[in-house]
């Protein structure tokens, strides 16, 4: 597990205030605090799971190294000094005095930017794919998460936070009401969600799925036993495993509405 070298400025971007941080391999990452406004760990756990998924299946959308940084005493030390000098926001502060422990930070990349338009279908194709299987919506046209080379024609798809209904099936998990939804939550599809932005074909690949069970078994078996969400693992394996090789019904929207 890392450390916090050192604070370089707070992002502008992200509702809990993510920071840029040199960590103590001295490699640049962007740190993700384990509180957010849906609980402890959850957008965390989230953020690991999608890019994990990403690697582990040769998908090639988000190829970011994945680290996990611990803040202790010292680390948030550097985080409020940093604050004082004007380097992070007062949100970011915020988030980081409830986040002790391990956190999840994704590797920074250099000469990139956000982009509205991707010109590559297969590279599309292949979100849209990770997107469906992890019920992830939060691609709009006004901000699709998807970042640009500035030098050449490659695409980075980032943000996977709010994925599993923006949350809300941990909510359904912890009032015990999971079951009454749960054929839906197999066969519903996150593309026809009148908010995703990316309309058209998923990825097509056949998967092994008790290999695949296995694997995200082992991806969320690799997060650090302090987060919170693991102990709904064998739930996410069966429902993912299920989503994999679900048969979409046709215009079956996710339901968003049934989980506020």
Known sequence: MLWIKEVVKSADFGGTGPIFIVASDNREYILKFRMSDEGMDIQNFNEYLGYKISQEFNLGISPHEIKIINIDELGY?????AYEKGKVSE???????QSFGPNIAIERL???????????????SKVRFLDNLLMNRDRYVENP????????EKYYAIDYGLSLLECRIYE??????IE???MLLQECDILKDSRYCFKGKEFSKKFDINLFSAKISDI??????????????VFIVELLSARLARKLKEGCKCPFELFR
């Open 110 to 124: 250099k000469n990139v930017q956000k982009t509205t338009s991707i010109e590559n279908n297969t590279f599309l």
């Open 145 to 152: 998460n998807i970042l640009k080379d500035i030098n050449k």
């Open 172 to 177: 359904a998990l912890e009032d015990d009401y």
């Open 220 to 233: 969320i078996d690799s997060m650090p036993k302090e987060w919170e969400p693991i102990r709904h693992k």
């Open 77 to 81: 030390n550097e985080i409020q000094k």
């Open 180 to 182: 009454k939804y749960y």
């Open 91 to 97: 949100n970011s502060l915020k988030y980081a005095t």
